[in-house]
Each structure stands twice: as structure tokens, then as C-alpha cells.
């Protein structure tokens, strides 16, 4: 398998994300106008997520630096990502985030992606042994409680998944979800999110994985089988997946092999397929680890992570399209295990 995330590589995300996690324009919001005054910009509207492009990208961009500062502590840039944590991370701050989800009209808001993020955020604070890290955390946890509550009260409405490999995706969300929950030691929280992932996908078989969509930046097969991972027994997975995707070792269907051409990476919405390949990765390598050896399918598996890495790692920065978020999905591929 490829090597791990390197202090070169962590350096060249952080510098990268330092670069737009405070840069407010131009920017894209989810954001409901019930009157007149609703129309505010984006630093009033989210005193800590007002940069990188949109919200959720600006919440993975902090998660992507709080992940670096616990990883590499001896960063060159290390205080400096310290210093902007910390300035973001206010109880001012985070009230005023709060504050933008009581409105019926930001019900939706986010839902179920940049929720997921949040609380991927969390869970890495979580993780912080630091006096800095470990005061991060408190003063974002009423935000991360309440995108709890969220999922709490959507999941057992969400009759059906959403299998699109864009934002929408419940299979990422989970993903994402439960990281958390591990992390907050929120045992029923990662049970409903179990259960959910279970209801949706626990039947699944023979998927024809008709991918890559124009605009996906995550793979519909792959996401499902890296949730269907985490919940899984390690004996009950493997018999899953062999229903699911029974001629893997085969590297068949060869649309989960072969990277996503992307034609124009100054087009937002087609420069989400190097976010396809870095995602294929990040879920091929924690695929692979929840299953039993198979010599055939761990090298095509190989192959095919480190085809995907080559594919995209060197767009991670370039054009802002790309550049706002592609370096949280290379950390993920690159660095697969919160722990």
C-alpha cells in the first residue's frame, strides 16, 4: 500500500489551507432569505465558517489543520496554525453559529454533509492531548451537539438513502458521523448510525457501480462499502462484500479501478473528480484493511490507491475550484485512520 501522510505533504496542506480558510470572497452560501434582512455577508452570517468557498469547505479546512497540528506538532507552521485556531474558536464565535440554526428556515441547512464535517471536526478536537486542542473542543461542542441533535432527528425519518456521490450522500455522512461518536465515546450515537447503514445497504448485492458521474467526488460503490466496513463484524463484512462486489479481486467492475479523467479543473463542479480519486483511496485502503488477506484482491486493491493518488495529488492546489478543499480529501486518503 502507499506510504503514509509525510511531514512534506503535511506542511504543503497547511500552507494550502491557511490560504483560504479566512478568505471570504468569492463565496457560496446555502442560505435561506425569509426578508430583507437576511441579506449579510458571509463573515456575519458565520463568525468561524465564513471562508474557503462555502461553509462546509471552511469546516473540513479547520478540520484538515486541527488534524495536521495533532499529527505534526513540529510543523514550521505549527503556531501559526495554533494562532488562527485559536482566534477562531471563540464562545462569541461559536454562540453566533449556533445563532444561525435556530431560524425553521436553516432546518436543512448543511444537511446531511457539512453536519458530517462538523462533527468530524469535533471528533479530532477530541483527540487533542493538548491544553490548546482540549479547550478547542469544549468551546465547540455546544455546535457539535447540536448537529447531533440533527442527525438524531433525521435518521429514523430518512426512509431511503441518498446514493449520489455528491454533497447529499448518507453513506459519507455516516462515515463521518461515527468517527465522532467514537471520539465522544457517544456509544448510542454510533448505534443509530449503524442501524441506519444497515437498514439502507445491509442488503445490497452485485452493485453495477455506474460511476463516475460528471460532478461526483465521491464514489456511490465505494463509500457504501467503507461505511458497511465500519459496522460490520469483520466476518460478517467480508461475506457482505463478496455479495456486493463479487468480482473484485478481478478488479472488475473496472470503473472502481481506472481514475476519473478530469477535462477542466477551473470548472468547480467537474474538478470534483480528483476529490472521486482521493476518495476512491481513502475507501479502498479502509475496504482492504476490514477484510480477510486475499493476495489477488489486495493487489489490485494496490494498484488501483496508488493509480488514483497519482492521478489527483498534484491538483490538490492550482485553481481555487479545487484548491479550497482537495487537501482535507488527500489527508483522508492519505492518513485513512483518525486513531
Same mark, same amino acid.
Given at each position: 500500500?502507499?506510504?503514509?501522510?509525510?511531514?512534506?505533504?503535511?506542511?504543503?496542506?497547511?500552507?494550502?489551507?491557511?490560504?483560504?480558510?479566512?478568505?471570504?470572497?468569492?463565496?457560496?452560501?446555502?442560505?435561506?432569505?425569509?426578508?430583507?434582512?437576511?441579506?449579510?455577508?458571509?463573515?456575519?452570517?458565520?463568525?468561524?465558517?465564513?471562508?474557503?468557498?462555502?461553509?462546509?469547505?471552511?469546516?473540513?479546512?479547520?478540520?484538515?489543520?486541527?488534524?495536521?497540528?495533532?499529527?505534526?506538532?513540529?510543523?514550521?507552521?505549527?503556531?501559526?496554525?495554533?494562532?488562527?485556531?485559536?482566534?477562531?474558536?471563540?464562545?462569541?464565535?461559536?454562540?453566533?453559529?449556533?445563532?444561525?440554526?435556530?431560524?425553521?428556515?436553516?432546518?436543512?441547512?448543511?444537511?446531511?454533509?457539512?453536519?458530517?464535517?462538523?462533527?468530524?471536526?469535533?471528533?479530532?478536537?477530541?483527540?487533542?492531548?493538548?491544553?490548546?486542542?482540549?479547550?478547542?473542543?469544549?468551546?465547540?461542542?455546544?455546535?457539535?451537539?447540536?448537529?447531533?441533535?440533527?442527525?438524531?432527528?433525521?435518521?429514523?425519518?430518512?426512509?431511503?438513502?441518498?446514493?449520489?456521490?455528491?454533497?447529499?450522500?448518507?453513506?459519507?455522512?455516516?462515515?463521518? =458521523?461515527? /468517527? %465522532?461518536?467514537?471520539?465522544?465515546?457517544?456509544? @448510542? !450515537? #454510533?448505534? +443509530?448510525?449503524? $442501524?441506519?447503514?444497515?437498514?439502507?445497504?445491509?442488503?445490497?448485492?452485485?452493485?453495477?457501480?455506474?460511476?463516475?458521474?460528471?460532478?461526483?467526488?465521491?464514489?456511490?460503490?465505494?463509500?457504501?462499502?467503507?461505511?458497511?466496513?465500519?459496522?460490520?463484524?469483520?466476518?460478517?463484512?467480508?461475506?457482505?462484500?463478496?455479495?456486493?462486489?463479487?468480482?473484485?479481486?478481478?478488479?472488475?467492475?473496472?470503473?472502481?479501478?481506472?481514475?476519473?479523467?478530469?477535462?477542466?479543473?477551473?470548472?468547480?463542479?467537474?474538478?470534483?473528480?480528483?476529490?472521486?480519486?482521493?476518495?476512491?483511496?481513502?475507501?479502498?485502503?479502509?475496504?482492504?484493511?476490514?477484510?480477510?488477506?486475499?493476495?489477488?484482491?489486495?493487489?489490485?486493491?494496490?494498484?488501483?490507491?496508488?493509480?488514483?493518488?497519482?492521478?489527483?495529488?498534484?491538483?490538490? =492546489?492550482? /485553481? %481555487?475550484?479545487?484548491?479550497?478543499?482537495?487537501? @482535507? !480529501? #488527500?489527508? +483522508?486518503?492519505? $492518513?485513512?485512520?483518525?486513531?
Amino acid at each position: 500500500m502507499p506510504a503514509a501522510l509525510n511531514a512534506e505533504l503535511a506542511a504543503r496542506f497547511a500552507q494550502i489551507a491557511l490560504g483560504h480558510i479566512t478568505r471570504e470572497y468569492p463565496n457560496k452560501l446555502d442560505h435561506v432569505l425569509t426578508d430583507a434582512a437576511d441579506i449579510r455577508s458571509p463573515r456575519e452570517l458565520h463568525p468561524i465558517f465564513f471562508g474557503s468557498f462555502d461553509w462546509h469547505s471552511c469546516v473540513h479546512a479547520h478540520w484538515l489543520l486541527a488534524r495536521l497540528y495533532r499529527r505534526f506538532p513540529q510543523l514550521p507552521v505549527a503556531e501559526q496554525i495554533r494562532a488562527v485556531l485559536e482566534g477562531q474558536f471563540t464562545a462569541a464565535k461559536v454562540a453566533g453559529e449556533l445563532a444561525y440554526l435556530e431560524p425553521a428556515s436553516s432546518r436543512g441547512f448543511e444537511r446531511p454533509y457539512g453536519w458530517a464535517w462538523l462533527l468530524m471536526l469535533q471528533g479530532e478536537l477530541l483527540r487533542h492531548m493538548s491544553v490548546q486542542g482540549r479547550g478547542w473542543a469544549q468551546r465547540l461542542a455546544p455546535l457539535a451537539a447540536a448537529f447531533e441533535r440533527r442527525f438524531e432527528a433525521f435518521l429514523p425519518l430518512a426512509t431511503y438513502p441518498i446514493r449520489a456521490g455528491v454533497h447529499s450522500n448518507t453513506a459519507f455522512a455516516l462515515m463521518l =458521523a461515527r /468517527d %465522532y461518536a467514537r471520539a465522544a465515546r457517544h456509544d @448510542s !450515537f #454510533a448505534d +443509530l448510525c449503524a $442501524d441506519c447503514a444497515r437498514r439502507w445497504y445491509g442488503a445490497d448485492q452485485a452493485c453495477p457501480a455506474w460511476e463516475p458521474s460528471q460532478d461526483e467526488f465521491l464514489s456511490p460503490a465505494l463509500i457504501e462499502a467503507a461505511l458497511m466496513a465500519d459496522v460490520l463484524e469483520a466476518d460478517a463484512f467480508a461475506g457482505w462484500f463478496g455479495a456486493f462486489l463479487p468480482d473484485a479481486a478481478r478488479a472488475l467492475p473496472p470503473t472502481l479501478f481506472v481514475p476519473a479523467a478530469v477535462s477542466d479543473r477551473s470548472d468547480g463542479k467537474i474538478a470534483h473528480l480528483d476529490g472521486l480519486n482521493l476518495s476512491r483511496a481513502w475507501c479502498w485502503r479502509r475496504i482492504i484493511d476490514a477484510l480477510p488477506d486475499s493476495a489477488a484482491l489486495k493487489r489490485v486493491v494496490s494498484d488501483a490507491v496508488n493509480v488514483h493518488l497519482s492521478s489527483a495529488l498534484e491538483h490538490v =492546489a492550482g /485553481d %481555487y475550484m479545487g484548491e479550497h478543499w482537495l487537501a @482535507s !480529501f #488527500a489527508m +483522508l486518503a492519505l $492518513d485513512p485512520v483518525s486513531d
